[in-house]
């Protein structure tokens, strides 16, 4: 099986400048806004001597009915299938958990969920 690793996390957490950064170029769009990757990106890396594909995702957000971000959310899924590792990125000001009041922020207990059902 391939190393594939899988980059996920909340919306404008910094996901896509890892991405550009493990890549070594600026193929995913990264900007102050959320919501801006929405399908997954693949890329190829190398360190310390092992190479690797690398998965960007779009910025996770549970329980919404919005179809982009359920769309999203499907993404994710399939990022993390079909993942060996996973990179759960969070801002550090904020931590996993968005202090914002509405469905937009992360529900980490779904996604941690997801990475249990996969004994990760
Ligand atoms: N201060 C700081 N800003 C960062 C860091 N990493 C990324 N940013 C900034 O955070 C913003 C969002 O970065 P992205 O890489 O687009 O974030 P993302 O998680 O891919 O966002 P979505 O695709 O919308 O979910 C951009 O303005 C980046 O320049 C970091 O380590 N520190
Ligand atoms: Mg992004």
Known sequence: MSNIVAIVGRPNVGKSTLFNKLIGG?????????GVTRDRHYGKSEWNGKQFSVIDTGGYVSGSDDIFE???RRQVKIAIDEATVIIFVVDVETGSHCQCSAHCCLDVQALVQSLRTRHI
């Open 26 to 34: 600026r193929r995913a769009i990264v900007k102050e806004v959320s």
């Open 70 to 72: 359920g769309e999203i």
